[in-house]
């Protein structure tokens, strides 16, 4: 019954290596997030959509950008890793003004950068 | 600049124990106020969601309460077991945007 699913679970990459983690959701939420968490830390916003409206956060680096072909799949590509890229990457979708405020995460991809 | 704060940092407790965790925002204008539990390594799973002009809501052995005007939030969890720990965080909705702006959370551990 999984609703937001992320994929990989755990990813390796080699610094300046892209890599690209995937979100896709059962929920038909039109709006999807992606969040970076740090260890011990709170999750920060890195961009959301809108349906298909695109909106970054003043301070998401350059070097994360995002695709949503469709309702159901985004995408986080990190075009040259760095170490300091190394954390927690949460997807998360909600419905606001139906009822649907709340919003629900995935089980989070890890990210390591050698 | 919304400032989201929960306090105690880390709270240890012994099994069967009522307790208190609690939440502080500095802008009154939210649009609402979710808790969540984040297990280690794991996504977050929503516990509670608390509009702006509700005072309280509750889901089993949990309750949320709100007083905007004094930014703050409490959660309430009653009869501790070991499977409530975990860390919890909060989180709040601005009315301008969809966003949310999380505390550090409160890591929980429920002893035997």
């Known amino acids: 019954d999984a609703m937001v699913i992320q994929n990989p679970r755990y990813q390796v990459t080699q610094f300046g290596k892209p890599v690209t983690l995937s979100c896709s959701q059962t929920?038909?939420?039109?709006?999807m997030y992606w969040y970076q968490q740090k260890s011990s830390q709170a999750p920060k916003l890195l961009f959301h959509?809108?349906?298909?409206?695109?909106?970054n956060e003043a301070d998401t680096p350059d070097n994360f950008q995002s695709r949503r072909p469709n309702t159901s799949f985004c995408f986080l590509d990190i075009r040259s890793p760095g170490l300091g890229d190394a954390a927690m990457y949460l997807c998360?979708?909600?419905?606001?003004?139906?009822?649907?405020?709340?919003?629900?995460f995935g089980p989070g991809t890890r990210l390591l950068v050698l | 600049k919304q400032e989201v704060t929960q306090i105690p940092a880390a709270l240890s407790v012994p099994e069967g124990e009522n307790l208190v965790l609690n939440c502080s925002f500095t802008?009154?204008?939210?649009?609402?106020l979710q808790w969540f539990r984040q297990d280690p390594g794991k996504g977050l799973t929503s516990l509670l969601l608390?509009?702006?002009?509700?005072r309280e809501q509750t889901s089993g052995r949990l309750n949320a309460s709100l007083d905007k005007s004094s930014g703050r939030s409490t959660l309430y969890i009653a009869a501790s077991q070991p499977g409530d720990s975990a860390t919890y965080l909060c989180?709040?909705?601005?009315?301008?945007?969809?966003?949310?702006?999380f505390g550090s959370g409160t890591r929980l551990l429920v002893r035997p």
């Open positions: 998360a979708t909600s419905r606001p003004g139906l009822g649907q405020e709340t919003q629900y």
């Open positions: 929920l038909n939420h039109n709006v």
């Open positions: 989180a709040v909705r601005m009315d301008s945007s969809y966003k949310l702006i």
């Open positions: 959509y809108y349906d298909k409206d695109f909106n």
């Open positions: 802008d009154s204008a939210i649009y609402n």
């Open positions: 608390i509009q702006s002009s509700q």
